[in-house]
């Protein structure tokens, strides 16, 4: 059974950076995609896709975050993590990990999150001005 547990929010100010870490089990002899999203304040039915990273390291990010954003994987760890970096206030919200156990790649994950399979229970990221 895959599992999800995400960790690492927390309260920071603009400008500052946090590490996201998503413990995963399950995953370990399946063809998947993992990846990021978040879901924002007052959006309470929509998860934004952030970042996606397949198993061959290929990444792929949302427009809102390249350059400021990193997914790797820590594979003797089965971690998946989230660097943020120059956080902003519009970052603000539940990041969830999520994986979709099947022959997709990361493009198809940024674009059909309501697809995926597999989601975390989230963990909240709060940026103030």
């Known amino acids: 059974q895959v599992r999800l547990v995400e960790s690492g929010g927390s309260s920071v100010q603009t400008g500052g950076s946090l590490r996201l870490s998503c413990e995963t089990s399950?995953?370990?002899?399946?063809?998947?995609?993992i990846g990021w999203y978040r879901q924002l304040p007052g959006d309470r039915y929509k998860r934004e896709a952030v970042?996606?990273?397949?198993?061959?390291?290929?990444?792929k990010y949302a427009e809102a975050v390249k350059g400021r954003f990193t997914i790797y994987r820590d594979n003797a760890q089965n971690t998946l993590y989230l660097q943020m970096n120059n956080l902003l206030p519009e970052d603000t919200g539940v990041y969830y990990c999520?994986?979709?156990?099947?022959?997709?790649?990361?493009?198809?994950?940024?674009?059909?999150?309501?697809?995926?399979?597999?989601w975390g229970r989230g963990t909240q990221v709060t940026v103030a001005s």
């Open positions: 970042a996606a990273l397949d198993l061959d390291g290929r990444t």
């Open positions: 999520a994986a979709e156990v099947a022959d997709v790649d990361v493009t198809w994950m940024l674009q059909h999150p309501t697809l995926i399979g597999y």
């Open positions: 399950g995953l370990t002899d399946e063809r998947y995609c």
